[in-house]
């Protein structure tokens, strides 16, 4: 890793229709290095190799820094990323869903994995709240949580939206997050950071 991007943090680079994130692993022996563009191809679902070839085609005019970044790597993995309009129903008789197969979205506020245990703590609590009457425990669940699965959805395809912001959308960007104190940006993100197992069955489980 290059000796001035060696910083014990996460760290986003965004830029129009591409952006890139690193963050230390293993004390800072190793690296991760993510990078996301708007493909020129037609997208389906799978992983497959990628090649620095493809990246740098992406990632032409970034700037010096991060861009020092594209020749480190030995391998590249490639995936298409998606996600799907909320849906009003997960449950059919005694089966419902829970994390991705009840509300896929993209990774731009690293939730997915975090919904799926909201999911799986809220469900857990809905059914000995209901008695293990698992209809009305479903019926419950449902009510808690896919309000708040959608909002964390759509404010994954917003964040997608502001770091790959152009033009005029990226004046915008800039201005609303200048002056703004760590406290502001903190504050803006109770609603997502803050939910608490102990009011999991609550409309507002971050208060």
Request: net charge neutral; charged share 20%.
């Amino acid at each position: 890793m290059p000796q001035d991007l060696q910083v014990n943090a996460p760290v986003v680079w965004a830029g129009p229709h591409c952006h890139l994130v690193h963050y230390p692993l293993r004390g800072g022996k190793q690296y991760n290095l993510v990078v996301t563009f708007h493909s020129r191809e037609q997208e389906t679902w799978g992983v497959r190799e990628g090649s620095k070839e493809e990246v740098l085609s992406y990632f032409e005019g970034i700037h010096p820094l991060p861009h020092q970044m594209l020749d480190r790597p030995t391998s590249w993995k490639r995936w298409a990323t998606a996600d799907r309009d909320p849906v009003e129903r997960w449950s059919f008789g005694r089966a419902t869903l829970l994390g991705d197969a009840a509300h896929p979205m993209t990774q731009y506020v690293a939730q997915g994995a975090c919904q799926a245990l909201e999911d799986a703590v809220t469900l857990g609590a809905a059914v000995q709240a209901a008695d293990r009457d698992f209809a009305a425990a479903f019926e419950l669940y449902e009510q808690v949580r896919i309000p708040r699965t959608a909002r964390v959805l759509y404010a994954a395809r917003d964040m997608g939206r502001v770091y790959h912001a152009k033009g005029v959308d990226r004046l915008v960007r800039n201005s609303l997050w200048t002056g703004r104190t760590q406290a502001q940006f903190y504050d803006a993100l109770q609603w997502l950071h803050g939910w608490r197992a102990d009011k999991c069955l609550s409309a507002t489980p971050w208060l």
